[in-house]
């Protein structure tokens, strides 16, 4: 079966870094994706990687190794508002979206 | 309309009874997904359409339908609802399978 897997919840401090990490196993690997959604909203894009690497993007980073079926999300210099959950998400063989449950971030002053 | 539009944003139900959850989009996107999201399981594909007139089942299609007639338009219909599905819903679409989705700010629909 397909398979995606991440921590439920998450604590960090404000000004810190936290890595959210995604585990996954689909049946072939189109990209992946992360979401970050807050409460009560939708989902909102924040990044995608196809091939292996680090992707930067202001605060946030992602990071994919296709061999290994692992990616995280980096978030730097944490701020209130990030509070949220991040959601990773593997396009497969069929160009599907295979969804994780998500990962609540909780920021702490 | 400025991308995806949902409605509506809640409703209260009771089972047995038919509902229709509209969502239209203004991006012209080919792809247009519906997904319901329950605590602790993630967002889950009910239906997909890859262009219009085609429709397909996903995960977890059994007691919902769709139709699509032209490009903007995707309504999920619920032909008796039942207390299990009561969820909340997203509506999303894509340009193609490779890219971003854009979300509809979701339905939350209580069955009772």
């Known amino acids: 079966g397909q398979n995606i897997d991440q921590p439920t919840e998450m604590t960090a401090t404000e000004g810190a870094i936290v890595q959210i990490n995604c585990t996954y196993q689909t049946s072939g690997f189109n990209g992946l994706f992360w979401y970050q959604q807050h409460a009560g909203e939708a989902p909102t894009f924040l990044s995608y990687n196809v091939l292996d690497g680090l992707e930067e993007k202001g605060r946030f980073s992602s990071f994919l190794s296709r061999s290994k079926g692992y990616s995280y999300l980096l978030l730097k210099e944490l701020q209130m508002k990030d509070s949220a959950s991040y959601l990773c998400?593997?396009?497969?063989?069929?160009?599907?979206?295979?969804w994780g449950a998500g990962t609540k971030l909780i920021i702490k002053p | 309309i400025a991308g995806i539009t949902q409605a509506p944003t809640s409703q209260i139900l009771a089972a047995g009874r038919r509902m229709t959850l509209r969502c239209t989009q203004d991006m012209r996107h080919n792809a247009m997904y519906w997904y319901r999201q329950d605590l602790g399981l993630g967002l889950r594909l009910i239906h997909y359409?890859?262009?219009?007139?085609?429709?397909g089942k996903g995960e977890v299609p059994d007691g919902y339908s769709v139709s699509r007639a032209n490009t903007d338009d995707f309504p999920l219909t619920l032909a008796s609802a039942v207390p299990s599905q009561t969820s909340v819903y997203f509506c999303a679409s894509s340009d193609s399978g490779n890219y971003g989705y854009t979300f509809g700010s979701g339905t939350r629909l209580t069955v009772v």
């Open positions: 998400a593997v396009t497969d063989s069929n160009y599907q979206l295979i």
């Open positions: 359409s890859n262009t219009a007139g085609t429709t």
